[in-house]
């Protein structure tokens, strides 16, 4: 396997980072979760739009679960708007960003989707992205523009 070599790059615009930083933030004690979706035509390595999705999840402090409904509706107002979905992102208000147990038995990932944590376990949000492959979870590159302004 040499997926590693052939992954792209993605970039997480500001206006993206403030978004996805704000709900996790405001989530907090509990785990935050959405979708990640790529709003231009140009590009399919530039994530442009977060949508967050209700955390359900009996115990929101350390795992999370999509809300059914707000789930069906992101994916309708997707289709109609022409995005694309990319990938989801959830919080670690008290680990590293790294996945979970529970990350990889879960409902997460689809092939080849992109799974996007926001770690709290530092003042600084710590945010790293990854991809599933056979051999387990992968982490990919991801450049954020303003990733040290917070
Ligand atoms: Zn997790």
Redesign the pocket.
């Known amino acids: 396997m040499t997926m590693k070599n052939n992954s792209p790059s993605y970039r997480l615009t500001s206006n993206a980072y403030e978004q996805l930083v704000t709900h996790c933030r405001s989530a907090y004690p509990n785990?935050a979760c959405g979708l990640l979706i790529i709003s231009s035509s140009d590009t399919h390595t530039v994530i442009d739009t977060i949508h967050p999705i209700a955390n359900v999840h009996p115990n929101p402090y350390n795992?999370?679960s999509f809300d059914p409904s707000e789930w069906i509706s992101a994916l309708y107002q997707i289709e109609q708007h022409q995005q694309l979905l990319i990938g989801y992102y959830?919080?670690?208000p008290r680990?590293l960003p790294?996945?979970?147990t529970?990350?990889s038995i879960?409902m997460?990932p689809q092939t080849g989707a992109i799974?996007l944590?926001v770690s709290f376990f530092t003042s600084k949000p710590d945010i790293r992205a990854y991809r599933k492959c056979s051999e387990g979870w992968q982490q990919i590159e991801l450049l954020m523009d303003n990733a040290n302004s917070q």
């Open positions: 785990e795992c999370f959830h919080s670690h680990s790294i996945p979970s529970a990350d879960g997460l799974t944590i």
